[in-house]
T-cell receptor
Framework: GQNIDQPTEMTATEGAIVQINCTYQ??????LFWYQQHAGEAPTFLSY????GLEEKGRFSSFLSRSKGYSYLLLKELQMKDSASYLC????????????FGTGTRLTVIP | NAGVTQTPKFQVLKTGQSMTLQCAQDMNHEYMSWYRQDPGMGLRLIHYSVGAGITDQGEVPNGYNVSRSTTEDFPLRLLSAAPSQTSVYFC????????????FGEGSWLTVV
């Protein structure tokens, strides 16, 4: 089976940096995705990693280590609007865009 | 989430009733899929399609049917609704079978009583 783990909840202060970890054990690997989901809304795409290393996109960065089955999402200069759930998802094979999701990390940003 | 449209947004069904959740995209995407999201669980894949006329099962297909007669539309049918199918349903699409950007629809909240 596919197993994707991430913390259930995190709290951080406005203006700070937060790192959300994700570990995975899947039958195959063809990319790791991070999505942001506000309550009552659809997931929105944040980042994609398929090779080891860091991908940076503005205030958001995502890191992947395939040998360790590990990824993290780094959010810098936190804003109140960053309060949301962050979903880690793995595509286990090429040929179909099927994703296996973790349960999500609910981030609360406090003043 | 421009381009992926789901209807209805909210629906209440009685046990045993049937209904269809509609999903349409106007981006000429090959790949479309349906997920359900339940509290304490990640999104789980129900069915997917890699092109018109081609569908396949995901992790949790039981109780659901799909068809893909056109590139644009991918409806999800509940033949005999059960309370266990109370969930939020998301349709997703992407260009190609390995696209990096997967677009989600706004979701359909379904309650089965």
């Amino acid at each position: 089976g596919q197993n994707i783990d991430q913390p259930t909840e995190m709290t951080a202060t406005e203006g700070a940096i937060v790192q959300i970890n994700c570990t995975y054990q899947t039958s195959g690997f063809n990319g790791l995705f991070w999505y942001q989901q506000h309550a009552g809304e659809a997931p929105t795409f944040l980042s994609y990693n398929v090779l080891d290393g860091l991908e940076e996109k503005g205030r958001f960065s995502s890191f992947l280590s395939r040998s360790k089955g590990y990824s993290y999402l780094l959010l810098k200069e936190l804003q109140m609007k960053d309060s949301a759930s962050y979903l880690c998802a793995v595509r286990d094979r090429a040929g179909a865009n099927n994703l296996f999701f973790g349960t999500g990390t609910r981030l609360t940003v406090i003043p | 989430n421009a381009g992926v449209t789901q209807t209805p947004k909210f629906q209440v069904l009685k046990t045993g009733q049937s209904m269809t959740l509609q999903c349409a995209q106007d981006m000429n995407h090959e790949y479309m899929s349906w997920y359900r999201q339940d509290p304490g669980m990640g999104l789980r894949l129900i069915h997917y399609s890699v092109g018109a006329g081609i569908t396949d099962q995901g992790e949790v297909p039981n109780g659901y049917n799909v068809s893909r007669s056109t590139t644009e539309d991918f409806p999800l049918r509940l033949l005999s609704a059960a309370p266990s199918q109370t969930s939020v349903y998301f349709c997703a699409s992407s260009y190609g079978r390995a696209g990096n950007t997967i677009y989600f629809g706004e979701g359909s909240w379904l309650t089965v009583v």
